[in-house]
């Protein structure tokens, strides 16, 4: 994105034989996370038949010097930096931070004449305070890197993992245990929606979000016409288990009565560990083979991906998007919340809580037993949301957030903490891209008044970014699931891990629940 890579040219003075020569310098200014290793903070291209034996590194505008256990410098053929295929890199250099801030990073060897391409990498410290700021820069030069330090920040996919061109559909969970959840679409062929060829993925973490599981096919798909995808999870009220739903078959746009997209479930009794086979539900909810008479010439639906919601009955309920005509454009997209009172078993549907210019949304459950549900601004611009009191029989209204601006883009509402549950505030959190134009700048926005008001925001990824999907840990920590694409036009899956304390800059601080 041109608005994060700062590139400069730089001069720079070979310490081989004191030739003045220019180097390309690239600074990399996104987030990191504690204990990350070889974090790339510069990418350098070196001159064509040159070489180097050193690179000094400037790191006086780190928060702390102590935040960094080491530097590596790495050499490659290509641009590309790979964290998980370290081997791949030639190591040139691995070297302690010096107290004074200026290290002189001496090469093993001197660089090969075809290794055109420098990587400047951190260790961060798993002890670094978050929200301090590691910097690095070359002598004499005027591009800084600066990447500040969040609980985690892992990274699960991108694009060519697995032989997949592309990954995308964030959907994150808590499970009983506390492990985390998440689901991913691994997209073949392209970033393109069903009906391409899609496998929906999900992996766990016992560790926080450090480390993750090798991926696991809940769904696979067989190729065009024949995917899955656009995953959502919910940890029921049974012990252990896990709901993930989503859509397959021929696409939104091009779904019918009777050739339409279906709608599966998969269920795990042991934390997301193993995972049932899938259950078709579409006949449940429309379609030709609905027992529901309107509902039967209903053309199409998908279930919003991310994370759907259990109330304190038992209930497990998702917002669906619904093309109910065989229209294809997108003001006559309706919303409705289907739910389940049985753990999966059966469904139901409420009424329409948004009957055009419908998309994407989420559904939380406040205090008092109220349905809240947050719908994507097709139109772009402030977000829609809509309050049910009887379990969705009828619908106050439409209404906007003033606060939350979007570009048209899916997020996520979750209830954080609640007066109910023994903690001291109400806290609703809201993901999405901050943005009136486009996918980028994606924040975290928080509500004291059960979504009455959005008073604080803060930005997790200020460059090109989309779908999020918001989890808490069993420390009280937030995580978030997220698809960045600051450096193409592919989406790579972060997982992100911060305080309440650093998300209101100090103006917070969370604390365990009393006991009822």
Not at 137 to 147: D, E, H, P
Not at 401 to 421: A, K, Q, R
Not at 485 to 509: A, H, K, P, R, V
Request: hydrophobic share 35%; glycine share 8%.
């Amino acid at each position: 994105m041109k608005n994060f890579f700062l590139i400069a040219i730089v001069s720079f003075l070979f310490s081989n034989n004191a030739i003045a020569a220019k180097l390309a310098c690239v600074a990399d200014n996104q987030f990191t996370g504690r204990g990350n290793t070889n974090e790339r903070m510069l990418t350098i291209t070196k001159p064509e038949n040159k070489k180097l034996s050193s690179l000094t590194i400037d790191m006086r505008g780190c928060s702390s010097i102590s935040d960094v256990v080491r530097i590596k410098i790495y050499s490659s053929l290509t641009n590309k930096f790979d964290v998980r295929a370290i081997s791949n890199y030639e190591e040139l250099c691995d070297v302690s931070p010096k107290k004074s801030g200026i290290t002189i990073c001496k090469f093993k060897k001197k660089t090969s004449l075809e290794h055109m391409y420098l990587f400047v990498t951190y260790e961060i410290s798993e002890t670094a305070k978050e929200g301090n700021v590691v910097t690095a820069k070359l002598k004499n030069s005027n591009v800084v890197a600066s990447r500040e330090i969040l609980l985690r920040r892992t990274l699960l996919y991108s694009p060519g993992d697995y032989n997949s061109k592309n990954y995308r559909i964030p959907a994150a969970i808590t499970a009983h245990d506390g492990s985390l959840v998440v689901a991913t679409d691994k997209r073949k062929n392209n970033q393109i929606d069903l009906p391409e060829d899609i496998d929906v993925l999900v992996n766990r973490s016992t560790d926080g979000g450090k480390t993750w599981s090798a991926p696991q096919v809940i769904a696979e798909g067989k190729g065009f016409g024949a995917g899955f995808g656009d995953a959502s999870l919910v940890k029921t009220a049974n012990e252990n288990e896990l709901l993930a739903i989503y859509i397959g078959g021929p696409g939104f746009f091009t779904s019918t009565p009777s050739v339409c997209q279906h709608v599966y479930v998969n269920k795990s009794y042991d934390n997301g560990q193993t995972w049932t086979e899938k259950i078709d539900i579409t006949n449940q909810l429309y379609g030709e083979g609905c027992l529901n008479a309107e509902r039967r010439d209903w053309n199409a639906m998908f279930i919003s991906s991310g994370a759907g919601v259990c109330m304190r009955d038992g209930t497990i309920a998702f917002v669906a998007v619904v093309r109910e005509t065989i229209s294809a454009e997108l003001d006559a997209i309706s919303n409705y919340v289907i739910y389940s009172e049985d753990a999966g078993e059966t469904w139901k549907l409420s009424t329409s809580c948004m009957a055009n210019h419908g998309n994407e949304g989420k559904i939380t459950e406040l205090n008092d037993g109220t349905w809240l549900v947050s719908i994507r601004n097709q139109r772009r611009g402030e977000r829609y949301y809509n309050i049910s009191t009887d379990r969705g029989k009828t619908w106050k209204g439409l209404d906007q957030w003033s606060e939350l601006v979007e570009p048209g883009c899916n997020g996520d509402l979750y209830y954080y903490t609640s007066i109910v549950d023994g903690f001291d505030k109400n806290r609703i959190l809201h993901s999405m891209p901050n943005d009136r134009n486009y996918r980028k700048n994606v924040s975290v926005f928080l509500s004291y008044d059960e979504g009455i008001s959005w008073p604080i925001g803060k930005t997790i990824c200020s460059t090109g970014a989309a779908y999020s999907s918001i989890c808490s840990l069993p420390d009280g920590t937030i995580g978030v699931y997220i698809e960045e694409n600051y450096e193409g036009e592919d989406f790579s899956m972060y997982f992100l891990n911060f305080s309440l304390d650093w998300l209101t800059d100090g103006q917070d601080i969370y604390s365990s629940p009393k006991s009822k």
